[in-house]
């Protein structure tokens, strides 16, 4: 018998039907012997119908009361699931955040979990109840709602997973696990049986947004291992867990590729002390936020510097840049904002090398001219013209062994 947190995103629950069909997958979880923690989402459109009520009467809704309104959508999902869990014929119960002392701190909109009391869903659980619990929020010391920021549901759920030692956290969403890259872009893509933690989280924050990425990296701090996969079709998903439980290593996991990028260029900058400063230093002021660095040093004393930014704030990156430009005296600013970053991502590469070189090779095969690199432990990063961008993923994809077989 295995305790199991499962998760069930907007979309899941979206109509009553979609609810329906939920109770029955999570009944046929219980038929098999596991005890099972439902976590639900808001109706999907719920949270935005909500937040767009609240903004027709302040521009910037009081933030106490802006969760006590966000909070009832996920009140509406549980209350519907217990009852067509009671309309099987079987027992549950319903809690909001607060209910199951799902105590966060005060910082409403954005709250951060502080812990979670499990003994209520222990003995519910013993009776054989169903639990199932509001996602996305928790209430504060003094009793105040709280909500835990956009997508924070799959951030209750582990939240709930550790607090209870669960055997597993599974997320059920849309689609039906992680794949090797994005397969609108490359049809060959397959779907990971497991990832570590640290590969998502490269992968998610390189853009395959399939989970909150706080939710990862929560689970992988108390070692719960969490699971994506589908709530519309059956399948064993992607298992995201600790690496030294994985069974068989690929080199690469996966290719990961952002399209909001923006490269920045300054050139023949007189080359001292505190230019990077000078430099970046307006930049961070401005809340730009930079992702890539190089610089290179001329022969002439003067240096090249290029940093890459979010393509939102290219231009005004670049007005800032131009001005800097003008007060070092360097020969001129200028950006691209038709480029993308590619990354392949594994911890295979810390015991394997020449992966860059065959990246790179792969590449120049096809004329692909590489603008920057950058590399961790188990990524390595290039920033290619954007019109390459579909050519590259697909070519690096099956040169790794990615292609479904
Ligand atoms: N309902 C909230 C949102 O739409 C939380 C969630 O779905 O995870 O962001
Ligand atoms: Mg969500």
């Known amino acids: 018998m295995a305790l199991l947190v499962q998760k069930y995103g907007g979309t899941s629950v979206g109509t009553v039907e979609r609810i329906e069909s939920v109770a029955d997958k999570v009944i046929r979880s219980v038929e098999q012997g596991n005890q099972v923690v439902v976590v639900v989402s808001a109706m999907s459109g719920e949270t935005n119908r909500l937040l767009t009520l609240a903004k027709e009467i302040s521009k910037r809704p009081n933030e106490r009361e802006l969760d006590v309104l966000l909070s009832t959508g996920e009140q509406v999902t549980i209350a519907l699931l217990s009852m067509a869990f009671h309309q099987r014929g079987y027992h549950a119960r319903s809690y909001t955040g607060s209910q199951v002392s799902i105590v966060t701190d005060s910082a409403h909109n954005k709250a951060r979990i502080r812990s979670v009391a499990d003994e209520k869903i222990h003995r519910d659980l013993a009776k054989n109840r169903i639990v199932v619990v509001a996602g996305f929020q928790g209430s504060d010391e003094e009793g105040n709602i709280t909500?835990?920021?956009?997508?924070?549901?799959?951030?209750?759920?582990?939240?709930?997973?550790?607090?209870?030692?669960?055997?597993?956290?599974?997320?059920?969403?849309?689609?039906?696990?992680?794949?090797t890259t994005d397969p609108r872009v490359v049809p060959q893509a397959r779907r990971l049986d497991q990832i570590t933690f640290d590969e998502m989280l490269e992968m998610a924050s390189l853009g395959s947004k399939v989970l909150q990425i706080r939710a990862v990296e929560f689970a992988g701090k108390y070692r719960v291992p969490l699971r994506v996969l589908s709530s519309f079709s059956e399948g064993g998903g992607t298992l995201i867990t600790y690496e030294d439980s994985m069974m068989e290593q690929a080199v690469i996991s996966g290719i990961a590729f952002n399209r909001d990028e923006a490269q920045l260029t300054i050139?023949?900058?007189?080359?001292?002390?505190?230019?990077?400063?000078?430099?970046?230093?307006?930049?961070?002021?401005?809340?730009?936020?930079?992702?890539?660095?190089?610089?290179?040093?001329?022969?002439?004393?003067?240096?090249?510097?290029?940093?890459?930014?979010?393509?939102?704030?290219?231009?005004?990156?670049?007005?800032?840049?131009?001005?800097?430009?003008?007060?070092?005296?360097?020969?001129?600013?200028?950006?691209?904002?038709?480029?993308?970053?590619?990354?392949?991502?594994?911890?295979?590469?810390?015991?394997?090398?020449?992966?860059?070189?065959?990246?790179?090779?792969?590449?120049?095969?096809?004329?692909?001219?590489?603008?920057?690199?950058?590399?961790?432990?188990?990524?390595?990063?290039?920033?290619?013209?954007?019109?390459?961008?579909e050519l590259g993923v697909r070519m690096l994809h099956s040169s790794f062994g990615l292609d479904r077989l």
Request: glycine share 8%; with cysteine.
């Open 267 to 389: 050139t023949g900058v007189p080359d001292k002390p505190g230019v990077a400063h000078q430099i970046l230093g307006p930049i961070s002021e401005a809340n730009i936020e930079v992702d890539m660095i190089v610089q290179n040093v001329a022969p002439d004393q003067t240096t090249d510097f290029t940093f890459t930014v979010n393509r939102n704030d290219y231009e005004r990156g670049l007005e800032i840049l131009t001005q800097i430009a003008e007060e070092l005296g360097a020969e001129a600013a200028s950006g691209d904002a038709e480029i993308v970053k590619v990354s392949l991502v594994g911890v295979g590469m810390r015991s394997h090398a020449g992966i860059a070189s065959k990246m790179f090779q792969t590449l120049a095969s096809e004329s692909i001219n590489i603008r920057m690199i950058s590399t961790s432990e188990i990524k390595i990063s290039v920033v290619i013209d954007e019109k390459y961008l």
């Open 147 to 179: 909500t835990l920021g956009r997508g924070g549901s799959d951030t209750s759920a582990v939240a709930l997973a550790v607090a209870l030692g669960a055997d597993e956290c599974q997320i059920f969403t849309d689609v039906d696990g992680v794949y």
